[in-house]
T-cell receptor, first 117, second 111 residues
């Protein structure tokens, strides 16, 4: 089945530690996204990538970094500079920039829940 | 700034009744709207979308209505079932290269 796979499902971070969340898709989509979701709130955009080797900051990029070396992979690193990293992290993808990224549905993975030890 | 919001954070309905979930948007330039369903511990699932050249679109048991005059979007679910219990999000897009999500409404189905 085609889809988006996020791993791990649960992750714990120690103080001062960087952690990396994995996101892989086999939908052949060009665009990929990372969102953060806090309890009882909507999704806030961290970073997005329209094409391989290119990415843009979203609304809350501080304390996070990404890479897009392969079309199917868009890992997110939560750095020690992110002082409040506890949240549910969602990865999404959509076919591509044709027609505009804001004009097509995004497909989501099942998330990674990050907590602080 | 521009934002998408919801009129009600929670909604309880009887099983078998129809549900209506509302959403207000403030960016008059938005021309694409989408509804997602999110079950506990999972990622959002696409339900239905609508473009601004339409005011109504129907799917299986769901209807989305768009009122551009008052910048209002609604999701109607017919004959709600226990499996419809979830948080429902609206999102707007179009001109910008991203979707902007609302905060969500939790729908609870009473037996």
């Amino acid at each position: 089945d085609g889809g988006i796979t996020q791993s791990p499902k649960y992750l714990f971070r120690k103080e001062g530690q960087n952690v990396t969340l994995s996101c892989e898709q086999n939908l052949n989509h060009d665009a990929m996204y990372w969102y953060r979701q806090d309890p009882g709130q909507g999704l806030r955009l961290i970073y997005y990538s329209q094409i391989v080797n290119d990415f843009q900051k979203g609304d809350i990029a501080e304390g996070y970094s990404v890479s897009r070396e392969k079309k199917e992979s868009f890992p997110l690193t939560v750095t020690s500079a992110q002082k409040n990293p506890t949240a549910f992290y969602l990865c999404a993808s959509c076919p591509g920039p044709a027609g505009g990224l804001g004009n097509q549905p995004q497909h989501f993975g099942d998330g990674t829940r990050l907590s602080i030890l | 700034g521009e934002s998408v919001g919801l009129h009600l954070p929670t909604l309880s309905v009887q099983e078998g009744d129809n549900s209506i979930i509302n959403c207000a948007y403030s960016n008059s330039a938005s021309d694409y709207f989408i509804w997602y369903k999110q079950e506990s511990g999972k990622g959002p699932q696409f339900i239905i979308d609508i473009r601004s050249n339409m005011d109504k679109r129907q799917g299986q048991r769901v209807t989305v209505l768009l009122n551009k005059t008052v910048k209002h979007l609604s999701l109607q679910i017919a004959a709600t079932q226990p499996g419809d219990s979830a948080v429902y999000f609206c999102a707007e897009g179009g001109g910008a290269q991203k979707l902007v999500f609302g905060q969500g409404t939790r729908l609870t189905i009473n037996p």
